[in-house]
């Protein structure tokens, strides 16, 4: 083997073992990325789960380490599940999200199949206005939203809330739609007209059973803005038997300059108990939905 | 069962572009009717038209004597097979052949009859549990025609539906719809850009180009007497060969004259068709399978036509050989036994019988 062949085969080894290299580089920085943000995450609910099980005396004791737990008790926990407006927060909270959910999906699902199958004027300048809308914040629309719904009498109603939650469900959940019904091949409708399926029942027999997944996504979307809206119980509802819990646990456990953090934190957690049962169940269709929409809205 | 009518029927899009350009068609019971033309030939938009799925512009369509124009799909009893299928993803392959039916509300075991059938006629049967994503490419197809043949509809409309299958699946399919067509006898009209598909399913062929119809006819007459440059080019794989020439003589001798100088005898039943053409520019138009190596044979109007091979395609069966003459590209078809080298010179034989002449000015044949 001569010296030149020589030089040439390490000059190819050489160049394996930097590429294997440049591989092991891009996984510690994935990995290292991942740790960052898992811990930027994460530490907020760790720190209220942690301050959930300690004492008032323990959160007060200014010395030591505020992320262990010195004598650990679920008194936080037993008082607020003992606690009557605590329960009633609870309930207002899944009463206004039931509704709140099933008006948007009924009307994102008939505004998306329209939208997005049928031919009509106006039809791609309505679906970019819905769309639009959504990006109005909700901190501008609650002055004249609280016009209407005092003049309907709902000012202090949980059913006020169901009113104008959709305001801040529906353009998105419609705009996914839009980009999951438009992702299903035009020819499946046309089978179903030929087969003979009326408009309806095309969409409850055909686009609703194949567009689950982007109307699982929807629904979470329109389950966590429900049940975790802060600006419009803040501005409508002053009485505590119609508060949800997004205001309740605040209201009712910050007395004057007194916070009782541990139920706050306790009340905090219980509180975000349901969207993440929801989502550890449902993350895979909540992920196909919104990348469906994605590509092809 | 029913006979289709299409009536100057038009297609035209907002911009003024129109895809079908006033077209006439008669399509018996029974028959199987095969469009096939070039991408934007109108043949979808035909179909789609007859279909229901795309409204007409003017013009008329009728199925089993009633004007459906106004009709919704749903209400005019066809069928059709797409191309990618279009099989309800979320249900079974026995749901998906029973859906017409189920919205039509059919007796529960009259369904499950005609689907039981229907399996049975496609091989299918094993397969009705089954989600479409779990079926092959082939497989699929079978439950797209299964779902047409329950409805037991007038019409069958196909889509060029084996478009999305591998060649050899493609053969298979092929058949399978020409038995079904056999079997159930229904009125057919197919679409395909597939000049094969389309003469060996069709009991007639329909060739269009630019939104009208070039010529009908039964397969073997397309292929034989095509009626326009357009068809003759179409129709037959390797495609025609066609050369600029020039007719010289009288009726009594007349001579194609090519540009290189070769000079083919016209067969003496053709001389009084083509005496007004002598001394006019026309185009000769032969297909490969009629340029072939010489042999003895018995049949007249044979003519020499010599040629340079500059491309030799092996092909198994035959020998494709490849020249140029004047610029334009000339195939002939060889016995693979015959000895051919590239730029060696070789005499080929000219069926004159099976030669056409076109008018350039109108494009028709002769």
Redesign the interface.
Known sequence: MSASTVSKAEGIYAKAGSLSSERRWALWTAYASLIFAAIIFLAPPVYMFVTSLKGSAEVANMTGNPWLVRNPTLENYTTLLSNRPFLKFFLNSAIITVCVVAITMVISILAAFALARMRFWGSQFLATGVFLTYLIPDTLLFIPLYQIVGGLGLLNSIWGLVLVYPTLTVPFCTWIMIGYFASI?K??D?????????WP?MLL??FI??A?PGIIAATIFAFTVSWAAFVYPTAFVTTPDQMPLTIGVVSQLVRADTFAWGQIMAGALLAALPPVIIYAFLMDYYIAGLTAGATKG | MAQVSLRKLVKAYEGGVQAVKGIDLEIADHEFVVLVGPSGCGKSTTLRMI???EEITSGDIAIGGTLVNDI???DRD???V???Y?????MSVFDNMA??LT??KFPKAEIKRRVDEAARILDIAMLLDRKPKALSGGQRQRVAMG?AIV?DPKVFLFDEPLSNLDAKLRVQMRTEIKKVHQTVKTTTVYVTHDQIEAMTLADRVVVMNHGVIEQVGPPQELYHHPATRFVAGFIGSPAMNFSPARLEGDAHALRVVLPNGTALPVPEHRAARYAPYVGRPILVGIRPEHLTDKKPTDKRNIADFPAIPEVIEPMGMETLVHFWMDGHEISARLDPTCPVSVGVPITLAADMDQMHIIDPATDKVL
């Open positions: 091949p020819e499946l046309e089978a179903a007209l030929i087969d003979g399926a009326t029942q027999k055909i059973p194949v689950m | 279909a229901g799925l919704p799909p749903r066809i069928a059709m797409f191309q990618n279009a099989l309800y993803p979320h859906f017409g919205l039509r779902r409805r």
